[in-house]
């Protein structure tokens, strides 16, 4: 069963930086094929649905961020050990909530396949970090 368990959530300071990681494991790609996958970042403030907030391709050639996040996230991937990071700078306080990490195990050949952005498509669930950006 592939199990992902975030990390790196807590209190930051508004205009801080925030760094979250992601660790995936028990990943078994179908018989020869490259065990791209996607991943999403997924934000869900007090009384919110759950939003995407980046979901890129563990090839790393395809990314896509919300638009609250252009300009001030960085996200990293080391397929290798299947780790994941996503960095936050100037945080405000609508970035804070529980931060999950999610995978969509359609796999793929190519680091520059589209990830979906409809998280019924995210079957693999963290737990949660939860990030408070204070005053």
């Known amino acids: 069963q592939v199990q992902l368990r975030e990390s790196g959530g807590g209190s930051v300071p508004t205009g801080g930086s925030l760094t979250l990681s992601c660790a995936v494991s028990?990943?078994?790609?179908?018989?020869?094929?490259?065990?791209?996958?996607?991943i999403s970042w997924v934000r869900q403030g007090p009384g919110d649905e759950r939003k995407g907030v980046i979901f890129?391709?563990?090839?790393?050639?395809?990314?896509r961020r919300a638009p609250a996040l252009n300009g001030r996230s960085t996200s990293a991937v080391d397929f290798g050990n299947s780790i994941f990071v996503l960095q936050i700078h100037n945080v405000k306080p609508a970035d804070s909530g529980m931060y999950y990490c999610?995978?969509?195990?359609?796999?793929?050949?190519?680091?520059?396949?589209?990830?979906?952005?409809?998280?019924?498509?995210?079957?693999?669930w963290g737990q949660g970090t939860q990030v408070t950006v204070t005053p």
């Open positions: 028990n990943v078994a790609a179908p018989g020869n094929r490259t065990p791209y996958y996607c």
């Open positions: 999610a995978a969509d195990m359609r796999f793929y050949d190519t680091g520059f396949q589209a990830c979906s952005t409809d998280l019924r498509t995210y079957d693999y």
């Open positions: 890129l391709n563990t090839g790393g050639r395809w990314t």
